[in-house]
């Protein structure tokens, strides 16, 4: 398992000796500089400590002052040419952007007490924190331009956990006292590369159901941050082993033991893992056996689109993996068993979108999301199908791409996956290979389109409503995508053509259109 490990000259044991960590990253020295010049003590604290020692480099940084926290952020955001703002009341929390966005942001916390030292307040406050590796704290001595000099605070041992690589809750109820730790273990496992110590997974074991105690904003927020890293297959299954993500997502458990046959050689439940695996591999790995049957380049350009962002924190990487989790979800209810003893799983995929939507809306997804979610699950059969022509012609593909839009990367590699995570009798190693290059040539159709600029609009939403009279909704994009596949079929040029067009084929999808057209 990869292993982010420190060097042995960045630990220390819990004691004042400095520590000097190499810092080569020009945006973090100056924003650590000036949080050493502050006028009053001030420790690096959390993640920021754990990063600066593994990396030598930080995403944000995170200080406890002794001080005013207010006056420390506009300090801060003075010399930063950036802004600050209150996060939180209680603790007293103050966030400082710097207008350079390459500059971590600071939050800084302000630390409350009567004549304690500064040390003894901050070692009270790591005892209070969740894992012992993001219980450390650092006050800085020197900086150079190449290395940090910390005098670290160690209280907890998370320096020693670090260099073995594990993940170990502060106390005996670090993870009840904040049941979102339960899952935040397994995200910040996975990010690491690091094990997680067997207390904190009887810990899950035990308390699992308490996830629930938890708003949904924060469960979705680390799970897709867990979705987020590639590979976290291992530790979705150790999350899965110990109960906590058939809390979350319950349908999972609904799988287990569901039988398949044909071209499944699973129950639904460990095919649908499978082909989480199928698509890490796929995303992650090039010389694996879904990587060799796509080209690099492409895979490229479809790891960068999956890095886009969908909302504040939502990646389509992450909103993809969490379709692959949900993409036969109703697999379940729809089972029967035909007098050929042959198993079907008639409409599966459009109840599963149904369901889907239904998990999106419990994780307070947002709506864009939750309705991309949807479509992933609704259409992961479409490009099988469309392969299974005997020879596709370009109106079907140029129907395809147009009807999934901005989502035809992520259908066509879930369905891939699915397809590569079915090895039952009727499976056939050719057949497979044949289809995973058709998925690479709609790939690359999807990619070189993507860079043409295309042909000019001929309607835009606004003329299409006055002209039908009707509001915003799904059948304004569906008239649209009618001309736009006209369109590129050279069946049409103008806009009068494109108006006539619609004047005929309205009365047939005026009352609802297709059901796979958002």
């Given at each position: 398992m990869r292993r982010l490990r420190p060097s042995t000259d960045s630990l220390c044991e819990p004691e004042p000796a400095p520590v000097r960590v190499p810092v080569a990253d020009e945006?973090?020295?100056t924003v650590l500089k000036e949080v050493q010049r502050l006028p009053f003590p001030a420790f690096l604290v959390g993640g920021t400590v754990r990063d600066l020692l593994i990396r030598g480099l930080v995403q944000d940084v995170d200080v406890v002052v002794r001080g005013s926290a207010a006056e420390a952020a506009r300090i801060l955001a003075s010399r930063l040419q950036g802004t600050c703002f209150q996060m939180h009341p209680d603790p007293l929390t103050f966030r400082t952007v710097a207008d350079n966005s390459a500059l971590p942001h600071v939050d800084l916390l302000e630390l409350k007490g009567g004549d304690e030292p500064s040390e003894d307040l901050v070692a009270r406050d790591l005892s209070r924190r969740d894992f012992t590796i993001n219980a450390m704290a650092a006050k800085l001595l020197s900086l150079t331009p190449d290395q940090a000099g910390?005098?670290?605070?160690?209280?907890?041992?998370g320096s020693k956990d670090l260099a073995a690589g594990i993940v170990r809750p502060v106390s005996d109820t670090a993870l009840s006292d904040d049941p979102v730790r339960m899952l935040r273990c397994f995200r910040l496992a996975a990010e690491l590369g690091f094990e997680i110590a067997p207390e904190a997974l009887q810990a899950v074991a035990r308390h699992h159901a308490r996830i629930h105690d938890c708003a949904s904003e924060r469960i979705r927020d680390e799970l897709l941050l867990l979705l987020d890293v590639t590979p976290c297959l291992h530790y979705l299954e150790l999350a899965l082993r110990a109960g906590l993500l058939h809390e979350i997502i319950p349908e999972l458990a609904a799988m287990r033991g569901v039988r398949q046959d044909g071209y499944h050689h699973l129950d639904v439940h460990d095919h649908t893992i499978e082909a989480?695996?199928?698509?890490?591999?796929?995303?992650?790995?090039?010389?694996s056996e879904a990587g060799c049957l796509i080209g690099r380049d492409l895979m490229a350009k479809a790891r960068a689109h999956l890095a886009d962002a969908v909302q504040a924190g939502v990646t389509r990487k992450a909103l993809l993996?969490?379709?692959?989790?949900?993409h036969d979800i109703a697999k379940p209810q729809t089972r029967t068993v035909e007098a050929d003893g042959r198993t079907r799983f008639i409409g599966h995929n459009s109840l599963g979108a149904e369901a889907a939507r239904e998990v999106g809306r419990r994780l307070r997804l947002g709506r864009r999301a939750t309705e991309m979610l949807a479509k992933m699950v609704r259409e992961h059969m479409r490009p099988g199908v469309l392969a299974s022509e005997l020879s596709p012609t370009e109106r079907a593909i140029n129907r395809f791409l147009s009807q999934m839009a901005d989502l035809a990367v992520e259908v066509l590699l879930l369905e891939l996956s699915d397809r590569l995570a079915s090895r039952g009798p009727a499976t056939r190693r050719v057949s497979v290979e044949k289809h995973a290059q058709f998925t690479e040539s709609l790939l690359a159709t999807y990619f070189q389109r993507l860079g043409q600029s295309g042909p000019p609009r001929l309607l835009d939403g606004n003329e299409v409503m006055a002209r039908f009279r009707i509001r915003p909704g799904p059948l304004v994009g569906h008239l649209l995508a009618i001309v736009l596949e006209a369109q590129q079929e050279g069946r049409i040029t103008t806009k009068e053509a494109a108006l006539a067009l619609l004047d005929r084929v309205f009365p047939s999808v005026g009352d609802e259109p297709p059901g796979h057209v958002e």
């Open positions: 945006p973090t020295l910390l005098q670290l605070l160690d209280p907890c041992g989480l695996r199928q698509l890490e591999q796929l995303l992650a790995d090039s010389q993996k969490l379709g692959a989790l949900l």
